[in-house]
């Protein structure tokens, strides 16, 4: 399926939720505020029992065959989202991860769309940003991490850029989601998303223009690294392995893909493998070689500690 025109393309939203009656209804209300029209949602409720599903039946009502609500693999939310990815009754031009307790902006869609309709149909595309941090409230409270470096497989194995819902996809970069399959272990769907694309030659944007509001509360199973906090407790990862963990799920999940990598992006792979088997100097100079690396300085010096200490 190809789009004709930037307002003909059809954009299947794809919304996972769990118990998100608090904000719910802010989230679907911007939809219904989106300048591209032409969506529909597919909801995956993960067994909610908090009025979520009397939410999205009223919905259903209100927006007669433009939702659709199905049962929820009851995996967590990584299993329940690219549960939606796979499913072959969900058919549209470009596929918009969605959170159940964002507010997206008006041109959300739009501008994501506007993007991805000039990227060639047989190419994988992924269309992303930036995002404004909100409270339980709705006040605002700052912004997530502005990337510095382009977007790239070399980075996508270090770390994500962005978050799930920000994302938009084309068919292209679904089918490869598809292939590797619903159940494939990954560390969360986004990054996972992000790793795909890159490693088999796509294209990605990384708006620096947020275009939502991100909330940030107490439920969040994902949240922004923006606290000194948040960001102490990476460098615990660091020293629990939690790295180490991380790279071996997703080298291999990636072996499932492994005949779209593109040839430097497998040598890259190839490197890093080798690099982390390496005594220091080694693997100091395999890593160098790879190109492996995370977008900020602070992040790019403390990849270097954790391969000085054979955690990564």
Sequence with gaps: MGPNRESDSSVAILLATYNGAAFLREQLASYEAQHHGNWQVWASDDGSTDGTLEILAEYQDRW?????????????????FLSLVYRPE???????????????????????????SMAPASVPALYCGRTRLVDEQGRPCGFSPLMQRPPSFANAL??????????????????????????????TFDWWTYLVVTGCGGQVCYDP??????????????????SWSKRWSRLGFMWKRRYVFWADIHVRALQ??????TLENALTLRT?????????????LGLKRSGVHRQ????????????????V
């Design 64 to 80: 007669p065959g433009r939702m659709k609500v199905v049962a929820g693999p009851k995996q967590g939310f990584v299993t329940n």
């Design 90 to 116: 969900i058919q549209a031009d470009y596929y918009a991860y969605s959170d159940q307790d964002d507010v997206w902006d008006g041109d959300k869609l739009a501008r994501a769309v506007a993007w991805l």
């Design 158 to 187: 270090m770390q994500n850029i962005a978050g799930g819902n920000t994302m938009v996809f084309n068919q292209a970069a679904r089918a490869l989601l598809q292939e590797a399959g619903p159940k494939v272990e990954v560390v």
């Design 209 to 226: 223009v947020p275009s939502l509001n991100y909330r940030q509360h107490g439920k969040n199973l994902v949240g922004a690294s923006l």
């Design 256 to 261: 499932r893909l492994e005949s779209h990598l």
């Design 272 to 284: 890093f493998l080798w690099a982390r088997q390496q005594p220091l100097k080694g693997r100091l």
């Design 296 to 311: 900020h300085v602070i992040g790019q010096l403390g990849l270097l500690v954790a391969a000085l200490f054979n955690r």
